[in-house]
């Protein structure tokens, strides 16, 4: 299948052009200027198809570094599976997600990541890759570190919280860098001070403090800035590279530039939620509402102003990536678990559908530049991802996961219109873009068009990542 998109706006991270992009099979075969738009022959005459992007972006297709289908946690599991959960981030222009298979101590690295390959094989409409949380570091989860990287399982998250599921001791953190600085691998980290945090979680329960905007409060921005700077202590011990998952506390961030501008390897990334939503506006929400909104890290307080400053720390690359942090759970039966103790609320927020707009709506309010939406929300994951060459961009030999974006459009977000999550909610209804993702190639083939999803399951195939770019 040939096919040319004409007359677009190609916007990449490193600028935009009027340009022609002809498509050969699942690869982008030429960038057409003008002047060169016909090679000497009737180009739209002897594709497969043509498709006009008058007034519209052509954009690399998104890269949602962090989301967890189907996976379990909190007593119960995200509600989205990988078909449904990735046939919505078509739907929303992400076109690569980078899920989290998931071990605890006890049990073997490599049965877990089988387990998530078997989950995801033959089921996803776009394409995907692995991180590896290792919950139980010991010989031979590091052991088995070195053998998931030759994999292409190249980055491996660890928890500074929940202690007794997945928390992480200070010196199996150290081992497990010292063990990613000899692979070339990168550590991902949740950083939150899982101790401190429980601690405040049971005295806040035996005070009757039982509303979800207490899970905020137990865990306010200290934990979560005490956590980034050990965790950057101890990289720095090893050299091994960071990254910093779900940052939302102005503080956590402040510690990460602090390092990186000692010249250390360490990286930052947010989520839609932590740039718009909030303790008081979403959390705080008469009775059992403000379920909907509970995640860690934790929405924060408007009144301590943390959002315009991750936006400022997006612009000035202390933030170099946007995810979702996609963890969907149902209303119903699911955060309905914790009515009566907020700490039986299962975590998460599912975004995975709606990243793409989200951020695009920082371009419009002048927030971020165009280049830096794509940069964010595709180029950089590519690179720090080990993804760069096929994906994040619109280059010749890249493949063909483009999207073409609708500045004049208009997306609303909402349960009973865009949504195509497996939530009974949506944690942003009543949301309203301007702009819209009009059509979505995955390797070349149109998935979305005209308001309607053209994929199938098994579409999408699982990504065997290099190492991240970002490494020396
Ligand atoms: N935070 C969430 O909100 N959900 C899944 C795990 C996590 O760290
Ligand atoms: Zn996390
Ligand atoms: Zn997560």
Redesign the pocket.
């Known amino acids: 299948m040939t096919i040319l998109i004409k007359n677009g706006t190609i916007v990449t991270a490193q600028g935009s052009s009027q340009a022609d992009v002809l498509v050969d099979g699942e690869t982008i075969a030429a960038i057409l200027a003008p002047g060169e738009r016909t090679l000497g022959v009737d180009l739209a005459a002897s594709v497969d198809r043509v498709i006009d992007a008058t007034g519209k972006y052509v954009v690399p297709g998104g890269i949602d570094g962090h989301t ?1 289908m189907e ?1 379990p ?1 909190g007593g119960t599991v995200a509600s989205d599976s990988f078909e449904t959960g990735t046939r919505a981030a078509a739907w929303g222009g992400t076109t690569t997600i980078i899920d989290f298979a998931v071990q605890k101590q006890g049990e073997r690295v490599q049965d877990c990541l089988a387990e998530w390959h078997r989950k995801a094989d033959g089921n996803c409409a776009i394409d995907y890759g692995f991180h590896q949380v290792v919950g139980g570091v010991d010989a031979d989860s590091l052991k088995a570190m070195d053998e998931l990287v030759d994999e292409g399982v190249t980055t491996f998250k660890l ?1 500074m ?1 929940y202690p007794g599921v997945f928390l992480s001791s200070d010196g199996q953190i150290l081992q497990a860098m010292q063990q990613a600085s000899g692979n070339g691998a990168m550590i991902m980290m ?1 950083a939150e001070n899982g101790s401190a945090i429980d601690v405040l979680v049971a005295q806040a329960l035996a005070e009757g403090k039982t509303d979800p905007k207490y899970h905020s409060l137990t865990r306010p921005w200290e934990t979560e800035a005490e956590a980034t700077n050990r965790a950057i202590m101890l990289a720095r011990m090893t050299g091994a590279p960071l990254y910093i998952v ?1 940052m939302s506390a102005k503080q956590a961030v402040n510690v990460l530039q602090a390092h990186k501008d000692e010249g250390w390897n360490v990286f930052g990334e947010t989520c839609p939620q932590y740039l718009y939503l909030s303790l008081e506006d979403q959390l705080s929400q008469p009775g059992f509402e403000g379920a909907k909104w509970v ?2 890290t934790p929405l924060r307080s408007k009144a301590e102003e943390h959002q315009e400053e991750l936006w400022r720390y997006l612009r000035t690359n202390d933030l170099s990536v946007i995810s979702t ?1 996609h ?1 969907p759970f149902c209303f119903k039966e699911q955060k309905e678990m914790g009515v009566g103790d907020f700490s039986k609320i299962p ?3 599912g975004s995975v559908e709606h990243r793409m707009d989200l951020i695009y709506q920082g371009v419009v309010d002048g927030r971020i530049s165009l280049q830096r939406w794509v940069e964010l929300c595709s180029t950089t994951p590519a690179r720090m991802f080990g993804l760069y060459g096929r994906k994040g961009d619109i280059r010749p030999g890249f493949d063909a996961d483009i999207v073409i974006y609708d500045p004049a459009g208009r997306t609303e977000i909402g349960y009973h219109k865009t949504h195509h999550m497996n939530m009974d909610h949506s944690a942003w209804e009543g949301v309203v873009i301007d702009g819209h993702v009009d059509t979505v190639l995955s390797r070349g083939k149109v998935v979305i068009d005209d308001n309607e999803y053209h994929g199938a399951k098994g579409d999408g195939v699982f990504l065997k990542r290099g190492l991240s770019q970002y490494l020396i």
Do not use: W
Request: glycine share 8%; aromatic share 14%; hydrophobic share 35%.
């Open positions: 967890h996976m946690f928890f919280a949740h779900h995640c860690s942090d963890c975590n998460g927020i």
